[in-house]
């Protein structure tokens, strides 16, 4: 995929097919509920003071093989993916939202997970910036948007702390991803209308949720320079903290 910036969230459903393996009822739904994602992404912007990627919602499901092995709905509702522009030769970083959050998900739970991948888009940036990544992932592959909470180094705090919708997001991050899951009435709601309505899935083992990207693709990259100085700004902010 190479994104431009006026990249219709919703191409995917052009798609006659796709129309046809969905309900339409649903997909009346996510067009309705995709007020909501573009409000969260506006309050995400202004209690950051940076711009949201650009992010479509996909049809598909992505499930995680490794969870359904254990019993779990293992439902990828949103992913953070560098991608690989061949024709320019650089990466594009993108937030994939799935059909079933944008659909079935509250208005707090939306704006939640659009928060936490922003905390993931902020990172990867940071990471390819600095090249902050292991030899392996540069010459091999490299995880989308699975960086344990631990390994970023900016605290939701540090990043959404402008204007009066700063605290209504950074509590929405703590109630909707406690001990690391998300939000209980979403995965009932998807395993009820999506995954058990035979809707379409996308099942993603763990070497398939991977993507290759080059070392000569890193380095030609250009991200938004606000971010960047952002980012800086953070760092020494968290190097003071430690001392």
């Known amino acids: 995929m190479v994104i ?39 309050r ?4 950051s003071k940076m711009k949201f990627p ?22 990828l509702f949103a992913r953070t993916i560098p991608v690989h522009n061949k024709i320019n030769q650089n ?30 888009y902020v990172e990867f940036i940071r990471k390819f910036k600095k090249m902050d990544i292991l030899s ?5 592959t490299l995880f989308e948007s699975q960086f344990a909470d631990a390994e970023r180094i900016f605290k939701p705090r540090l990043i959404f702390k402008y204007g009066n919708k700063s605290p209504q997001i950074i509590r929405h991050l703590k109630e909707k991803f406690q001990n690391h899951s998300v939000d209980e009435k979403l995965n009932n709601k998807t395993n009820k209308l999506w995954i058990k309505k035979r809707l379409p899935l996308l099942s993603i083992s763990p070497t398939d949720n991977r993507t290759r990207l080059p070392v000569e693709a890193l380095i030609n990259s250009k991200f938004d320079e606000i971010i960047i100085e952002r980012i800086k700004e953070l ?8 001392k």
Do not use: C, W
Request: aromatic residues 8%; charged residues 25%.
């Open 4 to 42: 431009n910036k006026h990249l219709d969230p919703m191409y995917r459903f052009n798609d006659s097919k796709i129309k046809e393996m969905i309900p339409k009822s649903i997909i009346k739904e996510i067009y309705r509920k995709n007020t909501h994602v573009k409000q969260g992404i506006t």
């Open 44 to 47: 995400i912007e202004e209690s």
């Open 54 to 75: 650009e992010y479509y919602v996909e049809p598909f499901l992505p499930i995680s093989s490794t969870s359904l092995e254990k019993g779990n709905i293992g439902a």
């Open 91 to 120: 990466i594009q970083i993108i937030i994939q939202l799935s059909a079933p959050l944008v659909a079935f998900g509250l208005k707090g739970t939306i704006q939640a997970i659009l928060a936490h991948e922003f905390l993931h």
């Open 136 to 140: 392996d992932e540069i010459s091999g």
């Open 235 to 242: 760092e020494n902010i968290a190097k003071k903290s430690k």
